[in-house]
Structures are given as C-alpha cells and as structure tokens.
C-alpha cells in the first residue's frame, strides 16, 4: 500500500484551510485517511503551520512520499532536514548529538528569517499607515486654508467695492 502525506481542504469558500493528513495513494483527496499531522493556513501573513513532527517524522522514515505542496510545506518546518539527518544518524555517518546541533542551527537561523518577515510586515504596515495620515493631514489644511480663503475673499469683496464708490465721485467733482 503506497502511502502518501498530502493536503485536505476544508473551510469555506474562498477561505480554504487545509489539513495535513497521511493517507492511502488511492483514497480520494477529503476522503479516508490513517492519521491527521497538522494544520496548513495560507490566509495568515506569514502563512501558519502547525504540525506534529515527531509523527510526521515517523511517517517519513517508514516511506510516506509527500505531495509537492507537502513537500514545500515539510521542508519549511525543517523536517526533510531532520529526516535526511536521521538516515545519517541510521547508516553510522555522523552521531546523533552532531545532527541535533545542525538541526538547532538551521532552526534559529529559520526562525530569525521568519523574526526578520515579520518585522518587515508590521514596518510596512507602519509606515502606509503614517503616509496615509500625512496625505489626510494635507488634504485637510488645504481645505482648511480654502475655506479661510472663501471667507475672507467675501469679507474683503466689500471694502473692494466700497473703495471704489468712494473713488468714482472724486472723479465725477474733478470733471
């Protein structure tokens, strides 16, 4: 029996959520499996995972062949990694205690780029949010300044015109 660790959707419309599940080649998509693994959101930024990886582990060194989108997944969380270290561990090439260094160094340096997205994310985020206030900032002392012109354009329309009545009979007693 081939056995293979792929995705099943579930959610509503538009707004998949998927499981990661491990089940019979030949069972339909969200039909029967053997075990469920974990989680995959791709709604979130950054995309959330959640996944039991001592079993999915397991699950891989008994043959389990993932699906590529299984695969993408498997690989981002380090267990393809952990899975090709162990087969070291198996064959004698490198000790059990070397393995688990390389694994913790590969997984800081994972969690740091995830840190670093985040960061960038919410800084993004930020600063539209400060060029969205500065704009509105702008837009509202222009109409400010419009409306003070408007007023006072009218109140000076007056004098203007008061101004040139008082002008015109100088000019009629000169005449």
Do not use: C
Not at 133 to 148: F, G, H, N, Q, V
Not at 155 to 170: C, R, V
């Amino acid at each position: 029996m081939a056995v293979k660790i792929r995705l099943t959707r579930r959610g509503r419309k538009k707004l998949a959520i998927y499981d990661i599940i491990v089940a019979d080649a030949k069972a339909p998509r969200d039909g029967r499996f053997i075990e469920k693994i974990g989680n995959y959101n791709p709604n979130t930024n950054p995309v959330s995972v959640t996944l039991n990886t001592d079993r999915a582990l397991d699950w891989l060194l008994k043959g389990a062949q993932p699906t590529d989108t299984a695969r993408t997944i498997l690989s981002h969380e380090g267990l393809l990694l952990k899975k090709h270290l162990q087969v070291g561990v198996l064959k004698g090439a490198i000790t059990q205690e070397q393995a688990d260094a390389k694994f913790e160094d590969w997984k800081k340096s994972k969690e740091q780029q995830v840190e670093n997205k985040v960061a960038g994310i919410v800084k993004k985020k930020d600063d539209a949010a400060k060029a969205r206030l500065a704009e509105e900032t702008k837009k509202k002392e222009a109409r400010a300044e419009a409306i003070i012109k408007k007023n006072t354009v009218v109140e000076e329309a007056p004098a203007a015109e008061e101004s040139a009545e008082s002008s015109e009979p100088a000019t009629e007693e000169q005449a």
